[in-house]
């Protein structure tokens, strides 16, 4: 909520850097360009959908309609950019937000306007339009809620790559029709619901998972289990991972002798 609407909240000014996740984007292309690409940050960020593909006409494998994507470039083209405290990049509400019109296979010919409102195919059926300032933070209520059955195993699935090298869903962006099937579905739905169940803190997630069995393992090989398992789909050993950059320094450091293990 906060990298979406850290403005609207009530401790604003302390959480505006989290905006950065919208204003940190490409600037040399222009407004719609730059709306096109919060969409996408958001959608497929947070939900796995690619909403930017309905852009310029309904989205041909997900039932994601143009207006739908409208309704959300409503959303941030009501929005403008400020410098808040600290230099933080900030998004704020225009004063007189307004529903966008559908712009005819994305070009400047319009259609019918469209209002301010959340994916249709994620919304109960009485979807109601946004009704505070740009929608901004109802947007941000609507993807981070339990009712929304992709947040949660989109940043679980994240969270798994990060610790295994893959996702339980190799497609990590993609959770729509055309999204790859989980090699363990019932582990992805566990882990959401555990997520969530812990009011979504991330350190309680990733501690969880480290502390199973299942990422305690060693990388050595198993002749037997490869013959079954020859990609290791099943994690019947940990597989073996490059050191990011910060590790791999860590490590020159430590056999060195000059790593500095004082605390702070």
């Known amino acids: 909520i906060e990298q979406i609407a850290a403005d609207r909240q009530k401790d604003a000014e302390s959480d505006l850097a989290a905006l950065g996740f919208l204003t940190l984007g490409p600037r040399l292309a222009g407004a719609k360009e730059i709306i096109d690409?919060?969409?996408?940050?958001?959608t497929r960020g947070t939900m796995g959908l690619s909403v930017y593909c309905a852009r310029c006409h309904d989205h041909k494998i997900d039932p994601i309609p143009t207006a739908d994507y409208y309704s959300l470039y409503g959303v941030f083209s009501s929005s403008y950019e400020p410098v808040g405290p600290n230099r933080a990049?900030?998004?704020?509400?225009?004063?007189n937000p307004r529903d966008e019109a559908i712009r005819i296979?994305?070009?400047d010919k319009r259609g019918k306007v469209v209002p301010r409102q959340f994916l249709k195919i994620l919304s109960p059926p009485n979807r109601q339009p946004f009704k505070i300032g740009s929608g901004r933070l109802e947007l941000a209520q609507a993807i981070a809620s339990k009712n929304n059955p992709l947040t949660a195993?989109?940043?679980?699935n994240r969270?798994?790559?990060?610790h295994f090298g893959k996702g339980i869903v190799s497609s990590i962006n993609e959770f729509g029709l055309r999204a790859m099937d989980p090699s363990h579905p019932e582990l992805l739905d566990y882990l959401a619901w555990y997520f969530t169940k812990n009011d979504w803190s991330m350190k309680t997630l990733h501690k969880h998972i480290l502390m199973s069995n299942t990422y305690q393992q060693t990388s050595e090989d198993i002749?037997?289990?490869?013959?079954?398992?020859?990609?290791n789909?099943?994690?019947?050993?940990?597989?073996r991972r490059r050191l990011d950059l910060e590790s791999f320094r860590d490590g020159l450091l430590q056999v060195s002798g000059v790593l500095d293990l004082t605390m702070g």
């Open 37 to 42: 690409d919060r969409i996408d940050v958001v």
């Open 89 to 95: 990049n900030a998004l704020a509400d225009k004063p």
């Open 105 to 107: 296979k994305g070009g």
């Open 153 to 156: 195993r989109v940043m679980v």
């Open 159 to 162: 969270i798994w790559m990060h």
């Open 223 to 231: 002749p037997r289990y490869r013959v079954v398992d020859p990609e």
């Open 233 to 239: 789909t099943y994690y019947y050993k940990m597989n």
